[in-house]
C-alpha cells in the first residue's frame, strides 16, 4: 500500500497541465469523492492498527500536498478566454467602465459655479432642523398658515425638530451666526410630505442665495437672476419676474424663464406660454434681519431660492422626476458626457 501511495504522490508531484480543463481532470482524478485518494481512505479503514499508523501519516501528506497543488495550480495559472493556460502580457486589458456623474450634480455643479463667478460662497446647514431656523427666525408667526404650504415631516412630538422644508434655513443660520455682508449660497436636500408623483417626491434639493450688504436693491436681484438664467438656459434668455409672497421677503417675486425649447413661441413643455417658472425670490424682510440681529436700517439685502430638480429638468426635458431616485443605468448613462 505504501507503495501505491508513493506512487500516487509521485504522479501528483510531477502533474503539469497545459491548460484548465486538465486541471479539473486532476481534481476529479485525485481529489473527489470517487477520486484516488478517497480510495485509499477506503483501503486505510481495514488495515490494522499498527500499519494504520504508519499509512496513515502517508496518505495525509498525500492528500495535503494534492490540495496544496491543485490551489498554487488555480492561482498561479492566468487563464484567458480560450480556456489555454498561457499569458499574453501584450493583449490590451479590459476597458474600465466609466460611471456618469447624477443630473442633479452636474446643475448643482453648474449653479454652484456660475455664482461663484458673482462672489458668491457655498455654506452648508443641518437637514435635521428646529422650529426656529426653519420657520420662526424667517418670519413664519406660530400657526401661521404659511406653514401648512411646506407640508412638515416633524421628528419631535412638540413640533419643534423637523426636517428641513426648504434652504431658507441655512439663511436664517448664516444671518444669526455671521455679521454682514453675506453673499452665500447654499444647496442642499429638503424635505416635504408629498405624495411621490412625476412632478413632486418627499426629498429634493434646493439652492437658495442670500445677499446682505449696504444699499442692496432690487434691480441688484434681478441682475443678478438674469446673469443666472443666461448662463444656465442659453445667452437669448429672458426673464420675467411676477410678484408672489413668501413670509421671509417683502416684496416677493417668483422669477420665469422664456422657454427654451421654443423659443418663447409656446410649447407643451410651457404650455403654450412661453415661460417657465424657476424660482422664488425677493428683498429680504426687515423683520427677518432685525429678528437676526442685524440693524435693518443699515443693511438690506435679497434672497432667492430655486429646485436643483425642477432646473434639470427644464434644461434637459426630462419629464418625470422620480427619474433622479431610480438609479436605472439607462438613464444616468445619457449623462455621461456632461460634466
Ligand atoms: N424657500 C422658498 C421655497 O422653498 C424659496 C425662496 C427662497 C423664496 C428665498 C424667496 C427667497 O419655496
Sequence with gaps: MIE??????????????????????FRIEYLSKKGKIS????????????????????????????????????????????????????????????GARHPLSVVHNQIIEIFTKLGFSVSDGPEIEDDNHNFALLNFPEHHPARDMQDTFF??????????????????????????????????????????????HCLFHQVEGLYIDKNV??????????????????EHTKIRLRPSYFPFTEPSAEVDVSCSLCGGKGCTVCKYTGWLEILGCGMVDPNVLEASGI???????????????????????????????ENDIRFLNQFISAI
Design 39 to 98: 480510495a485509499l481512505f477506503d483501503e486505510f479503514r481495514n488495515l490494522d492498527a499498527e500499519q494504520k499508523r504508519e499509512v496513515g501519516v502517508k496518505i495525509n501528506i498525500l492528500k495535503q500536498t494534492a490540495t496544496e497543488k491543485l490551489n498554487q495550480l488555480k492561482e498561479q495559472l492566468f487563464v484567458d478566454n480560450t480556456g489555454k493556460v498561457d499569458i499574453d502580457l501584450t493583449r490590451p486589458s479590459e476597458a474600465i467602465k466609466l
Design 217 to 234: 436693491s432690487f434691480a441688484d436681484l434681478k441682475q443678478t437672476l438674469e446673469i443666472f438664467a443666461k448662463e444656465m438656459f442659453g
Design 4 to 25: 501505491k501511495i508513493n506512487k500516487i504522490l509521485s504522479e501528483v508531484q510531477e502533474f503539469n497541465p497545459k491548460d484548465i480543463q486538465e486541471i479539473e481532470v
Design 295 to 325: 440693524n435693518s436700517k443699515i443693511w438690506s439685502g435679497f434672497a432667492f431660492g430655486m429646485g436643483i430638480e425642477r432646473i434639470t429638468m427644464l434644461k434637459y426635458g426630462i419629464k418625470d422626476l422620480r427619474l433622479f431616485f
Design 155 to 200: 421628528i419631535s412630538e412638540d413640533m419643534n425638530v423637523l426636517l428641513r422644508t426648504h434652504t431658507s434655513s441655512v439663511q436664517a443660520h448664516e444671518m444669526t451666526e455671521q455679521k454682514p455682508p453675506i453673499r452665500s449660497l447654499s444647496p442642499g436636500r429638503v424635505y416635504r410630505n408629498e405624495a411621490i408623483s412625476a412632478r413632486a
